[in-house]
């Protein structure tokens, strides 16, 4: 199937014929080198049959459906129907006009395979490698931020009753969970209660690109995962890194003293030490800047409707919040280059 699936047919000769549309999607194919992405799923992804024994479909089409999934915003089903029904996603996938196409099922298998071999950081880093290749992505600073992203299940209260056996210290305090969803938890914010995860991203101070981020319970505050946010868009010494009170802390800012960066975290007043004019007047610079972080997060939801999780967990959801990255990531570029 791997040969059939990808083998141009006269139906396909037929609309090479009538020429491009010089699309969004042509302009993500004249932009990426799909051949290192090949490279790339290959290591690690050697599926040669599918669970019936038919052969597999190839690696690059089928991450190629995920892309056009965030693009579009389609359920599995969604997108089976699409690919079936329009030749835009066809071509661009590289699948051919003759072959057989993958059903919805096959397509949520091949995500969830890509998650057991470990391979979207791999394949983040690749195509954040392209963008900076050709000078579009500049790693010179950072701004780091966070935002709720609620749990794609509604919480509803539930209270295990322990059973009559057991002693009464354990009766006393019975177990309360909120749904089948059970790495999300509560946080408030403002005076609303969410249910779910916060999603921690880093973005480039010039253009917004995603360096990097990862997913974490909702009560999980922003002070403490400034290292993580470093290790994952792999700040270089010297270069500069913004962020707002949340991250406002010592510890802090002795970690960007250690790595040579230059501290552009706001300032936070204390009780009985209000602001200096000049902390004041550094606030009003960082967040003169910080509004790209918060257009890039805005973007994600509105645009991508990262405003709540399609799956459930903590590893799916840094798989969502990865693939998300990349498709807005390439959006940007092809912004950006034309």
């Known amino acids: 199937m791997t040969d059939q699936c990808t083998t141009k047919g006269f139906a396909d000769f037929a609309v090479e014929q009538r020429g491009y549309a010089h699309t969004f999607l042509d302009k993500v194919d004249t932009l990426i080198e799909w051949d290192r992405i090949e490279k790339v799923l290959m290591k690690k992804y050697r599926k040669t049959a599918s669970a019936d024994g038919r052969p597999a479909y190839p690696a690059l089409p089928m991450f190629k459906l995920l892309l056009l999934q965030r693009w579009y915003n389609l359920s599995d089903p969604g997108l089976e129907e699409a690919v079936k029904d329009r030749i835009s996603f066809i071509r661009f996938s590289g699948f051919s006009l003759?072959?057989?196409?993958?059903?919805?099922?096959?397509?949520?298998?091949?995500?969830?395979?890509?998650?057991?071999?470990?391979?979207?950081?791999?394949?983040?880093?690749?195509?954040?490698?392209?963008?900076?290749?050709?000078?579009?992505?500049?790693?010179?600073?950072?701004?780091?931020?966070?935002?709720?992203?609620?749990?794609?299940?509604?919480?509803?209260?539930?209270?295990?009753?322990?059973?009559?056996?057991?002693?009464?210290?354990?009766?006393?305090?019975?177990?309360?969970?909120?749904?089948?969803?059970?790495?999300?938890?509560?946080?408030?914010?403002?005076?609303?209660?969410?249910?779910?995860?916060?999603?921690?991203?880093?973005?480039?101070?010039?253009?917004?690109?995603?360096?990097?981020?990862?997913?974490?319970?909702?009560?999980?505050?922003?002070?403490?995962?400034?290292?993580?946010?470093?290790?994952?868009?792999?700040?270089?010494?010297?270069?500069?890194?913004?962020?707002?009170?949340?991250?406002?802390?010592?510890?802090?800012?002795?970690?960007?003293?250690?790595?040579?960066?230059?501290?552009?975290?706001?300032?936070?007043a204390a009780r009985g030490r209000p602001l200096t004019p000049l902390q004041r007047f550094i606030n009003h610079l960082i967040s003169s800047q910080r509004y790209k972080v918060e257009r890039c997060i805005g973007t994600l939801k509105r645009g991508y409707h990262f405003f709540r999780m399609r799956y459930l967990g903590l590893k799916k959801g840094q798989m969502e919040l990865t693939m998300t990255a990349m498709a807005y990531n390439l959006k940007k570029a092809v912004l950006l280059s034309t």
């Open 98 to 268: 003759a072959s057989t196409l993958p059903d919805h099922s096959t397509i949520c298998r091949f995500r969830n395979t890509l998650l057991a071999l470990r391979l979207y950081d791999l394949l983040f880093e690749e195509i954040n490698c392209q963008i900076e290749t050709k000078g579009l992505l500049v790693r010179e600073g950072a701004i780091v931020d966070a935002a709720i992203v609620e749990s794609s299940r509604r919480p509803r209260k539930v209270i295990e009753v322990m059973p009559e056996d057991r002693k009464e210290e354990e009766a006393s305090a019975p177990h309360t969970s909120y749904s089948a969803d059970t790495d999300a938890t509560w946080i408030k914010k403002g005076m609303r209660p969410y249910y779910g995860y916060k999603a921690h991203i880093t973005v480039d101070a010039k253009e917004s690109f995603i360096l990097g981020g990862h997913i974490t319970p909702a009560h999980v505050a922003d002070t403490t995962e400034l290292t993580h946010l470093l290790n994952d868009a792999k700040i270089p010494e010297g270069a500069f890194v913004l962020a707002d009170k949340g991250y406002a802390s010592e510890k802090n800012r002795n970690i960007l003293t250690e790595r040579t960066c230059t501290d552009g975290i706001m300032h936070k």
